[in-house]
């Protein structure tokens, strides 16, 4: 499952062992693509605690962590940002991303 | 759309080939490109070596491609395709007019001739965008570059003046621009993109310019842009005898993937690619029967 997460909440990922965020918009065609792609791996992959952030409700969190393209891919490590992905990847490619992260 | 078995993209001979291959597999396939088939056909002088048709002008072998491809009951979607993306059990084809969906994907696209602009891989995602429509609203408020190759993309530079502050022209083409007013027409040969963090200045022939984004339009994608996760080499997909990429299900043949760039060993890959993706097609039954 991928929670949800606005800027009053963004502590929960800070403190996860490893978190991914996939920031995204309803307006942008490729998050539409990946949004699917990152729902499945994190019924997979169960380790590892996955979330989405809108960017366009939570300007304060897309400046500090400077997303000028989306969708954007992180891996968070206890709050610290290890691997990203910017734009759509396949499922294979994120998999070894966040597992290369663990 | 209901989706296809095969989808096509590109119109020279390799693609018109899988099409056909594929036809005759009974698959059902989306042909997608241009009705006149590819440039570097119809425009080629003479073609001296494309097995049985010796000494053949460009316009003549096109002739004879689409009396083949008419006689198969074989048509061609016109449109043109941003991106692939590999959906996992399929794959999503943006298309300018639609979009559709398919179980495996041939590129035959060609080879992309246009280089980068130095610092423009470098900046990707961060300042530099290839999609206007994409990521206009993330400037909102703020000042833009739109580096177009032609006219077509008038339309996304007006289209970004509705969100944008200032949007700055640079049209790579010899007509004369008809933008809406809030578009700055430049006429200087954009050069370098600069930056720090991020991309904040255009160079080019004359100066710089600081802006907050650097939209780059060509007619042409890269195959990496195209298909997004896919492995490619210089100007190349990597491939190998069976026409595979790294990506399950997305094949590719002609000159895209790799040289010499020769009209029948486009023809001839574009055979071959058909035939995996008939394969692949078949493992992917086989799986699901036994699942």
Known sequence: ???NVNTNEFDEVRNADIAVVDFYADWCGPCKMVGPVVEEISNEV????????????????????????????FVFKKGVKVAEQIGFAPKDALLAMINAAK | MERVDIAIIGTGPGGLEAAITAINRNK???????????????????????????DA???VLAKSFKNHIEGMG????????????????????QGANETYEATTVILATGVVM??????????????????????????KGKTVAVI????????????????????????????TPSVCDKVTVINEKPLEIKGDMKARTLVTSEGEH??????????AISPGQLVPGLATEGAHVKTDRQMTTNIPGCFVCGDLAGKPYQYIKAAGEGNVAALSAVDYIAELKKGEQQA
């Not at chain 2, 246009?114 to 400037?139: H, I, M, Q, W």
């Not at chain 2, 339309?155 to 200032?166: I, P």
């Not at chain 2, 600081?210 to 007619?219: A, W």
Request: charged share 25%; aromatic share 12%.
């Open chain 2, 148 to 175: 177009a190759a032609t006219k077509k993309e008038e339309a996304e530079a007006d289209f970004l003046t509705e969100v944008c502050e200032n949007v700055l022209y640079f049209p790579l083409y010899k007509e």
């Open chain 2, 114 to 139: 246009a280089k980068p602009y130095p610092g423009e891989n470098e900046f990707l995602g961060r300042g530099v965008s290839y999609c206007a429509t994409c990521d206009a609203p993330l400037y």
């Open chain 2, 74 to 93: 074989v048509e061609i979607t016109e449109d043109k395709i941003n991106a692939v993306y590999a959906m996992g059990k399929y794959f999503s084809l």
């Open chain 2, 210 to 219: 600081n802006v907050d984004c650097i939209f780059v339009l060509r007619d």
């Open chain 1, 1 to 3: 499952m991928v929670k």
């Open chain 1, 46 to 73: 169960t380790d590892v605690n996955f979330y989405k952030v809108n960017v366009d409700n939570n300007h304060d969190l897309a400046t500090e962590f400077g997303i000028m393209s989306i969708p954007a891919i």
């Open chain 2, 28 to 54: 059902k396939i989306l042909l997608i490109g241009s009705r006149d088939f590819s440039d570097k056909v119809s425009k080629a002088h003479m073609i001296k070596n494309y097995l049985g048709l010796p």
């Open chain 2, 57 to 59: 002008a460009g316009d």
